[in-house]
């Protein structure tokens, strides 16, 4: 699989790279749409994007470094080089949460009424970034066969693609990202047609998106472990609660628009 995109003289570009920087335009593009819509101040949202990025950017790093200790203290330079993979998504959207509630917090701003216009703009990214671990070839999943993968009526550039140290594997990345692109089409389904109380969308979110991984999580085998547990599903299992929550709360308040 070729991971380099092309080269600018000395600076090479990575696939990696792209697909999560069109993933972060496109979050970007439709979240500042709506924002608009629900007059939330320019300037602030410039400032908290530019925040979030960042220190989600950092904090999926942190995230896998964490996890994967062992090899890093072998290997400190590694720890910078995120266009060879590494993005724990789980990190970055625990951070970013951080982050959106204490600037909103300081500008006495509603945290999820402002989350609620993010994660719609997060999933579409999610689905766009997993690309990246395509090309990568990492998030992959257990062994298969070329039948098998022939069965789901794959590209071959895709089967190809998960020819992996010797064997074909799993297409886990495709999976979550026609997932994570099918609650996009849901949220932005729901949000244009009711009136949905404020969580609504954040409680979806967590509760589609810890879905999601939860099952992907199982048939992975590059997972990050905690001991025995893979600690993806325990987080993914702490957002389906929480998201079951958010739903729930103030349900009664949703009308048709």
């Known amino acids: 699989m070729e991971r380099v995109a092309f080269n600018i003289g000395p600076i ?35 400032n908290l994007a530019f925040k979030t990025i960042i220190l989600g950017v950092i904090g999926a790093r942190l995230y896998y470094v964490i996890f994967n200790i062992p090899y890093y203290i072998s290997n400190p330079l590694e720890i910078i080089q995120i266009w060879n993979g590494g993005l724990a998504i789980h990190g970055g959207i625990i951070t970013g949460l951080i982050v959106v509630y204490f600037s909103c917090k300081k500008e006495k701003i509603n945290v999820l009424k ?37 069965g789901l009526f794959l590209p071959d550039f895709i089967i190809k693609g998960m020819y992996i140290a010797g064997k074909y594997r799993q297409p886990t990345f495709l999976y979550e990202s026609i997932l994570c692109l099918i609650g996009f089409i849901i949220m932005i389904i ?7 109380h404020t969580g609504f969308l954040t409680g ?3 509760l589609w998106y810890g879905c999601i991984r939860f099952l992907i999580e199982s048939l992975r085998s590059d997972s990050l472990m905690l001991g025995p547990i893979k600690i993806a599903q325990l987080v993914s299992l ?3 609660l929480l998201g ?9 308040h949703k009308t048709r628009k």
Request: aromatic share 16%; hydrophobic share 50%.
């Open 12 to 46: 090479t570009i990575y696939w990696y790279s792209i697909c999560i920087l069109l993933g972060i335009v496109v979050a970007l593009f439709l979240i500042f749409k709506e924002a608009k819509k629900q007059k939330i101040d320019e300037e602030f949202l410039i």
């Open 114 to 150: 402002m989350i609620d216009i993010i994660v719609v703009g997060v999933i579409i990214a999610q689905a766009i970034g997993r690309w990246g671990n395509f090309f990568n070839q990492e998030a992959y999943g257990s062994i298969t066969t070329l039948s098998h993968l022939k």
């Open 190 to 196: 729901l949000r244009k047609k009711y009136k949905l």
């Open 204 to 206: 979806f979110y967590l």
């Open 238 to 240: 702490i957002f389906i």
């Open 244 to 252: 079951a929550y958010l739903i729930r709360n103030k349900k009664k």
